[in-house]
């Protein structure tokens, strides 16, 4: 039963250009949602988040929307980097920190 | 300033064995997690602990076991290795129970064979 879906393995965008990472979920009870970025042999590193009362959170080239009519979730990034290719985990903290992740989606930006 | 320092960085061990997966993290934070991540799957949770002494079962605790005597440390232990518990291991610490001030560690890849 998987309450958090990332359903694209994969994205790859040019350079300059816009990336969309999406996440869906199931669980209505979810209040809060984080996104964590992860480079090969470390750890994940906390990105951005936005709480279940708001629709959208903005911090930099980073903006999360949150649907929760549609119960989905978006990460952009604008514009895109090289430096932003890595793995992306979306995630909601169940029951006071206790995170469910998403699969991920490895993000591939190009020069 | 470490952070959250995961030992070993790899290990590979036969079916049966037992070993002890370390964490330490230097930041005075209460809580601390233990996370695995298998290929293409995100992190599920094994244990937590809000506290030196008080340690919880998260998602998919079988076949492990934890113990929180400190505050900096959280040792995750693994009596009887199975094929099934090759996965990568992440430890996390947080202040309070607010996700968004996790720090994780840098992994420890587990292979049994």
């Known amino acids: 039963d998987q309450q958090v879906k990332q359903n694209s393995p994969s994205l790859s965008v040019q350079e300059g250009r816009i990336s969309i990472l999406n996440c869906d979920y199931t669980n209505s009870m979810f209040d809060y949602f984080l996104w964590y970025k992860k480079y090969p042999a470390e750890g994940p590193t906390f990105l951005i988040s936005i709480s279940s009362i708001k629709d959208k959170n903005e911090d930099g080239r980073f903006t999360v929307f949150l649907n929760k009519s549609a119960k989905h979730l978006s990460l952009h990034i604008v514009p895109s980097q090289p430096g932003d290719s890595a793995v992306y985990f979306c995630a909601a903290d169940n029951q006071g920190g206790k995170l469910i992740f998403g699969q991920g989606t490895e993000l591939s930006v190009k020069p | 300033n470490a952070g959250v320092t995961q030992t070993p960085k790899f290990r590979i061990l036969k079916i049966g064995q037992s070993m002890t997966l370390q964490c330490a993290q230097d930041m005075n934070h209460n809580y601390m997690y233990w996370y695995r991540q298998d290929p293409g799957m995100g992190l599920k949770l094994i244990y937590y602990s809000v506290g030196a002494g008080i340690t919880d079962k998260g998602e998919v605790p079988n076949g492990y076991n934890v113990s929180r005597s400190t505050t900096e440390d959280f040792p995750l232990r693994l009596e009887l290795a199975a094929p099934s518990q090759t996965s990568v291991y992440f430890c996390?610490?947080?202040?309070?129970?607010?996700?968004?001030?996790?720090?994780f560690g840098s992994g420890t890849r587990l292979t049994v064979v």
């Open positions: 996390a610490s947080s202040p309070d129970r607010e996700a968004y001030g996790y720090t």
